[in-house]
């Protein structure tokens, strides 16, 4: 990977982070917690999002590669012959 490539994906981590980050302080402040209280529940709420998102990624290629697998006809051009 170009190091220009590896600084294009560290900006839209971070990028995403932060959106995620932000995303989750509005909700807890909208909820009425305030304080102290109200970091606890950011970084909670944040890095449970984070952890959802690294299972539900890698499951639903999984998931769409078994779809595939599933629908796809693999053997089109093959015609079926009975051995005697």
């Given at each position: 990977?170009?190091?220009?490539?590896?600084?294009?994906?560290?900006?839209?981590?971070?990028?995403?982070?932060?959106?995620?980050?932000?995303?989750?302080?509005?909700?807890?402040?909208?909820?009425?917690?305030?304080?102290?209280?109200?970091?606890?529940?950011?970084?909670?709420?944040?890095?449970?999002?984070?952890?959802?998102?690294?299972?539900?990624?890698?499951?639903?290629?999984?998931?769409?590669?078994?779809i595939?697998?599933?629908?796809?006809?693999?053997?089109?051009?093959?015609?079926?012959?009975?051995?005697?």
């Amino acid at each position: 990977m170009s190091k220009s490539m590896k600084k294009i994906l560290i900006i839209l981590s971070l990028a995403l982070i932060l959106a995620i980050a932000l995303g989750s302080l509005g909700v807890a402040y909208a909820g009425g917690i305030r304080g102290i209280g109200l970091l606890g529940v950011w970084f909670f709420l944040t890095f449970g999002v984070i952890v959802v998102l690294a299972q539900v990624i890698p499951a639903g290629i999984l998931l769409t590669s078994l779809i595939r697998a599933v629908f796809t006809p693999y053997r089109e051009s093959e015609i079926p012959i009975r051995a005697t």
